[in-house]
């Protein structure tokens, strides 16, 4: 197997960080050297303990100075921050990269930091559950799932990363940015909105109405609370660096249950049928997609 | 064991209904004889070749006449017609109750046909999945989930009723109509009109986009496609039925959208985590209810 790239740094050791190290352990040649950081020092010592990085180290410097590639798998909040620490120390030619869930704002957060003997292009694992933290990655988590390289046009590097992350087990595809962000707005962003509204929402209830309505929380309430129980630094920093596509996407919805409001006001018995039978056939397509 | 009841009737022969034949069939006793109706034929001729059920009637009126319980297991707007068609052919102290997820509708809709030798006691299971038809049951579907008796006091029928549906594998508690019907408005009716709304929503994109967030449909979208994949006939009739509630609730949800919605145009980081933090807990405590 050939090594794509021999040093490895990852910053950021929550479930995207983590992952990729134990995938790397799992998936990698054994001669890849991984360097560790995160900002939490108890993160970093969970990481020691549990013997997937080949470094966890103390100073971010100490962590990105050896590297060919550096991987920031942070909230999009923090990257500008991170980015400016680690510019002075990146190695010529290496690859920074990032995991964000939005990129417009990464792009502009990070590319003036970085020297133009090195090279930045953002990515994105489609890939997650509602668990965040150190303990909570592992090495299948991008099994399958898509990997999406931002960029206008293939160039070497672009093809290198590419390798590196279906090493780890993802399809890789490759897409523009500004369609990245409103792919992520509507499959990602919204939804994950919605589901912290409802479960606010029923939080909000009266004392006795809101324990009866955990005791009893049937699917849908229940599927919603999972989602809404991801990471709250990681949203907070996705709806602020993403705000515009995903504002369209909410408008849309708006106009559309207003219209489902209605129907239900006029017990439209028809109208709701309609758009229930509709929805039906693009789960059919998620699962002919194998994405389901 | 003790025989609750020796003749059960299940008229709906949909996820719910071939479910308690088949939990009949593992859970009770043997000689409970069990009577099978569903206006689809082609329901009908499924459970047959399913062996399920003791006898798969043709007709309506054998389904009912010799049965100690009758459980209709229908849509609930077809409630009405079919206690109209059922009341003649009771026998005398036969015990009805249906599974519907409204219960102030049913009641209105059922009680005033059922004979004054008879009982009517709503009923309604918190379980089900998104699939539907008579293929979709299985035994353990009940299985440590609540079963709703909706009485205001507890009677011989109501308790023989319970001990019926423990059987089966649930945990039976008595509610009160009005309560059931804001319960089930949070917890799944309004999940399952948000779900299919954002799917809808996502369905009228143009059809690039369209297409790739059917390819690259991220957790959370693809949750809401499962539930917005539940049977829309079944939902028309929940929405019309119990849409004082829905409405009700509908309004605190657009309220607090509304809110989060100017969070995230006016950037307020802050108000958003604050938020995202508040709904992590309520997930913590169904976990500890047991029903995640």
């Given at each position: 197997m050939t090594i794509i790239f021999n040093k490895v740094s990852i910053i950021g050791l929550g479930l995207i960080g983590t992952s990729i190290?134990?995938?790397?352990?799992?998936?990698?040649?054994?001669?890849?050297?991984?360097?560790?950081?995160?900002?939490?020092?108890?993160?970093?010592?969970?990481v020691s303990e549990m013997k997937i990085a080949t470094y966890v180290c103390d100073?971010?410097?100490?962590?990105?100075?050896?590297?060919?590639?550096?991987?920031?798998?942070?909230?999009?909040?923090?990257?500008?921050?991170?980015?400016?620490?680690?510019?002075?120390?990146?190695?010529?030619?290496?690859?920074?990269?990032?995991?964000?869930s939005t990129k417009l704002s990464v792009?502009?957060?990070?590319?003036?930091?970085?020297?133009?003997?090195?090279?930045?292009?953002?990515?994105?694992?489609?890939?997650?559950?509602?668990?965040?933290?150190?303990r909570s990655g592992f090495s299948a988590l991008f099994e399958n799932r898509y990997?999406?390289?931002?960029?206008?046009?293939?160039?070497?590097?672009?093809?290198?990363?590419?390798?590196?992350?279906?090493?780890?087990?993802?399809?890789?595809?490759?897409?523009?940015?500004?369609?990245h962000d409103r792919i992520l707005a509507i499959t990602s962003?919204?939804?994950?909105?919605?589901?912290?509204?409802?479960?606010?929402?029923?939080?909000?209830?009266?004392?006795?109405?809101?324990?009866?309505?955990?005791?009893?929380?049937?699917?849908?309430?229940?599927d919603f609370t999972r989602i809404a129980s991801s990471d709250p630094i990681m949203w907070r920093d996705i709806f602020v660096n993403n705000s515009e596509a995903v504002l369209e996407m909410l408008q849309r919805f708006n106009e559309d249950l207003s219209d489902l409001q209605k129907a239900i006001r006029k017990k439209d018995g028809e109208k709701l049928h309609s758009f229930f039978s509709r929805t039906k056939s693009i789960r059919e397509r998620i699962i002919d997609a194998g994405q389901s």
């Open positions: 190290l134990h995938a790397i352990k799992v998936k990698e040649d054994q001669k890849v050297l991984t360097f560790a950081y995160d900002i939490n020092p108890e993160h970093r010592s969970i100073d971010i410097k100490e962590t990105v100075q050896e590297a060919d590639l550096i991987i920031l798998a942070i909230p999009v909040g923090s990257m500008k921050s991170v980015a400016n620490l680690i510019a002075p120390h990146l190695k010529p030619e290496a690859l920074v990269t990032d995991t964000g792009i502009k957060d990070v590319m003036s930091f970085i020297p133009t003997n090195n090279y930045f292009i953002p990515s994105h694992p489609l890939a997650g559950t509602e668990y965040s933290g150190p990997w999406l390289i931002v960029c206008d046009k293939e160039t070497k590097q672009t093809k290198e990363l590419a390798l590196f992350f279906k090493k780890l087990g993802s399809i890789v595809e490759t897409v523009n940015v500004d369609y962003h919204l939804p994950h909105l919605i589901a912290y509204t409802i479960v606010g929402t029923a939080s909000d209830l009266e004392s006795d109405l809101k324990n009866d309505v955990i005791k009893y929380s049937a699917s849908g309430f229940r």
